[in-house]
């Protein structure tokens, strides 16, 4: 019988941590304690409308509204004037008894509920101006005023208001495959935002009495009819945005003759609204691919503002295939313009901005809007649109197909500081960026505001640093997240939350989805399949309705990854990350404790009948352990183990043979809740590191604890996880071996 010598391993423990862990929300259900289970106690039912697979299915229709509009500025009295002819199409398998429209103004309507619907208090300290708008002023007669409703012969259609939404009542029910054409004519008054808010309407400026419009939400818009939820007529209460079908524009806008205007859509008529000279910039634009062209001078505009002219003008401008319609109008606008060349096609950037915007408009914001469109052109699909236009107006940040309104001006002597230009440039970006996510790829906003804002902002992040000046981004980096995330669960919701029952909206509905797709990227699945499969996403459904669901299973489907746990914690659940360093055990080679060695052959050989040879190993640190045995490997008494070598490796291959002279047994523990993968970096005792990622997965069999074993050449001296940040974990005071003081900000 042959003689074995076993070398076995026992350990010391070189440190373990007891802490007292931050309050994880509760869990209930079998689904909230398994977090790897499959999502189907969340998902909708696939169907013949969207696949398993996160496609559109074979059944899949969505309606089409098409509109010719007119609508009259009347600069002197801020109030538009306007009516429409909509062609609705019911595209759908069901027969519609009736029509609801949005008539979003009415909002901020004496009658509106929104206000009822806040909680206030009264401050102590009011500014005289805040004061004055909040108790002394008159309130301006706001919101829809209806005409009429009528049908396409002119006969008067029954209609119903209920707030922000209006009814029209069929006489004979739309059957499938049908269309109805009905027209409104409406008027209302225009908003001062920076006094009364909101996301369009004009800015004064008081000093030579000229007004800057944005004019957007200014025409009763057709409601969503789908197969998710029928009518989504869910009241606009402000914070929810628009869902709306795709359609078709003709539209003309009379303001006075002095104006210069920019809106969505194609202008029909340039020659008759701009000089002779500014076409001919215009078309040199069409052909400058490296700078902005001036279109309208400052000269010319300031020449303009001083004007009032009483003579009108209409500009026409149609559009195909969009979900609605902004306008840009102005005496004191500049225009600006260049190419950009994407793939396969060529489209115009362009911005109008008053000469307050200037320097920095001229210099930065059309160049913004060419990079916009390039990078997420690069990761969606070709811009499909003819132009997208930057419009100067401060304290705004919305966007509309093909316009949009962006805040941040130098101040009066001209100067900008880094953090407004940075803004401004991260509004841009951000603003034109909505032309893909939701204009383009349209979800429901009034539902669900993180897929268009946390898909865009994601995005955005991207866009911002394929700039390569090291932009400051405010949102995407995991640690950006960390405040929100480890703060107080009664002021956190999930990211699917509907949009009005948001505390903190901006951190919720942008900052949170877009850190999780900014890890998806970076930590979970790899650029290369991440890409790939957000690329999917966007394909299937450009100018069409997704839901989550579908976005949730299109990426799953195009990367063969199973994100079904991250969806779950990170989207439907307000868990935080945190894992930590719980002990480190170090074991090093000996060849003696005959007790220990017999022992743990029968536990290891269940009752001897296990062949050798083994390995036994001793507890100790390097303290205190003699060189013979901290040399492990080497140690001539080994003999058996050298014979397996000899016996079983060629020359070439004991040459390759690792040597490892020590041996750590690393347990980590997880008092966050959200799962997330372990990223460990060892530093070793020369200053040399290597990184061990290790799937999420990790946990799947054991929720609280993870142990991971490390056979080294050379002693580690520090433990490190997360050393990159990009996890989100939220508390990293347990992140380290051995355990290291945190600074504090203050500090």
């Not at 595209?91 to 909680?119: F, G, I, R």
């Not at 634009?285 to 902005?292: C, N, V």
């Not at 939220?730 to 203050?746: C, G, L, Q, R, Y």
């Amino acid at each position: 019988m042959k003689k074995f010598t076993l070398l076995l391993l026992l350990p010391a423990i070189l440190f373990a941590q007891e802490k007292t862990a931050p309050v994880a929300p509760k869990q209930t259900g079998k689904y909230d304690t398994n977090k790897f289970s499959q999502m189907y106690d969340l998902l909708a039912t696939p169907n013949m409308f969207r696949t398993a697979s996160g496609a559109p299915g074979p059944a899949y229709y969505q309606q089409q509204a098409d509109y010719k509009i007119n609508v009259e500025l009347d600069d002197k009295k801020s109030k538009l004037t306007g009516s429409e002819t909509v062609t609705y199409y019911n595209n759908s398998p069901d027969t519609l008894e009736y029509l609801w429209v949005q008539l979003d103004q009415n909002q901020a309507a004496k009658t509106s509920q929104t206000p009822l619907a806040e909680s206030q208090r009264m401050e102590q300290v009011f500014p005289a101006g805040n004061f004055a708008n909040k108790f002394l002023k008159q309130e301006q007669e706001r919101g829809f005023n209806i005409d009429f409703v009528k049908d396409v012969k002119g006969n008067a259609l029954s209609y119903s208001i209920n707030q922000t939404m209006m009814r029209i009542n069929l006489a004979t029910p739309m059957e499938p495959g049908e269309k109805f054409t009905f027209s409104i004519n409406w008027w209302y008054n225009i908003n001062n935002y920076r006094q009364d808010g909101g996301r369009s309407g004009y800015e004064l400026f008081e000093k030579e009495g000229n007004k800057l419009y944005v004019i957007a939400q200014f025409y009763p818009r057709m409601a969503v009819y789908n197969d998710v939820e029928g009518w989504q007529n869910m009241q606009f209460w402000g914070t929810g945005e628009f869902t709306l079908p795709f359609g078709n524009f003709d539209v003309n806008i009379t303001v006075p003759a002095d104006h210069v205007m920019e809106a969505t859509g194609e202008l029909m008529n340039r020659s008759e609204v701009f000089t002779a000279e500014q076409v001919k910039r215009y078309e040199l634009a069409q052909k400058s691919f490296d700078k902005p062209v001036v279109i309208v001078t400052q000269a010319e505009a300031e020449a303009s503002e001083k004007g009032f002219s009483e003579k009108k003008k209409t500009w026409k401008f149609s559009a195909k295939n969009v979900r609605d319609f902004g306008i840009a109008t102005s005496r004191k606008f500049i225009l600006d313009a260049m190419a950009v060349q994407l793939t396969n096609k060529t489209v115009m950037a362009i911005s109008v901005y008053p000469k307050e915007s200037n320097p920095l408009w001229g210099e930065t914001s059309t160049r913004t809007v060419a990079h916009t469109l390039k990078s997420y052109s690069s990761h969606t699909f070709d811009y499909p649109y003819p132009k997208a236009v930057s419009v100067s107006a401060e304290d705004q940040g919305m966007e509309y197909p093909m316009i949009c309104w962006n805040y941040g001006r130098p101040d009066e002597k001209g100067v900008t500081s880094e953090r407004i230009k940075n803004g401004m440039i991260g509004v841009v970006i951000h603003e034109v960026g909505h032309n893909f996510f939701p204009m383009i790829v349209n979800s429901d906003e009034r539902q669900w505001s993180w897929m268009d804002e946390g898909l865009n902002t994601f995005m955005q992040y991207m866009a911002e640093q394929e700039m390569g000046t090291n932009f400051p981004s405010s949102r995407g980096p995991a640690s950006k997240i960390v405040p929100y995330m480890s703060g107080d669960q009664k002021f956190l919701e999930p990211i699917m939350s509907n949009s009005e029952t948001i505390v903190q909206f901006g951190a919720n509905a942008y900052g949170k989805p877009a850190t999780g797709l900014n890890i998806l990227r970076e930590t979970i699945m790899g650029r290369e399949l991440f890409d790939h499969a957000f690329k999917v996403y966007a394909n299937r459904w450009k100018f069409k309705h997704p839901t989550p669901e579908d976005f949730f299973r299109t990426m799953e489907d195009a990367s063969a990854v199973d994100l079904d746990w991250f969806f779950r914690g990170w989207f439907y659940s307000t868990d935080f990350v945190d894992i930590g360093v719980k002990e480190v055990k170090q074991y090093f080679v000996s060849e003696t404790a005959t007790k220990e060695l017999k022992d743990a052959v029968v536990r290891r050989g269940r009752f001897g009948q296990e062949k050798g040879p083994f390995v036994y190993l001793v507890p100790g640190t390097s303290e205190e352990l003699s060189a013979k045995d901290k040399k492990a490997l080497a140690i001539a008494d080994v003999n058996l183990l050298s014979e397996y070598v000899n016996q079983n490796f060629s020359a070439d291959e004991k040459l390759k043979l690792k040597s490892p002279k020590y041996f750590y047994e690393v347990e980590f523990n997880k008092p966050g809740g959200m799962l997330m993968p372990i990223i460990v970096e060892l530093t070793y005792e020369d200053d040399t590191k290597e990184t061990f990622k290790y799937p999420a997965q990790i946990w799947r069999k054991n929720n609280d604890t993870a142990k991971k074993v490390y056979a080294t050449e050379k002693a580690i001296k520090k433990i490190q996880i997360d050393p990159k940040l990009e996890t989100a974990d939220i508390d990293v005071t347990n992140n380290a071996w051995p355990k290291e003081e945190v600074k504090s900000k203050f500090d």
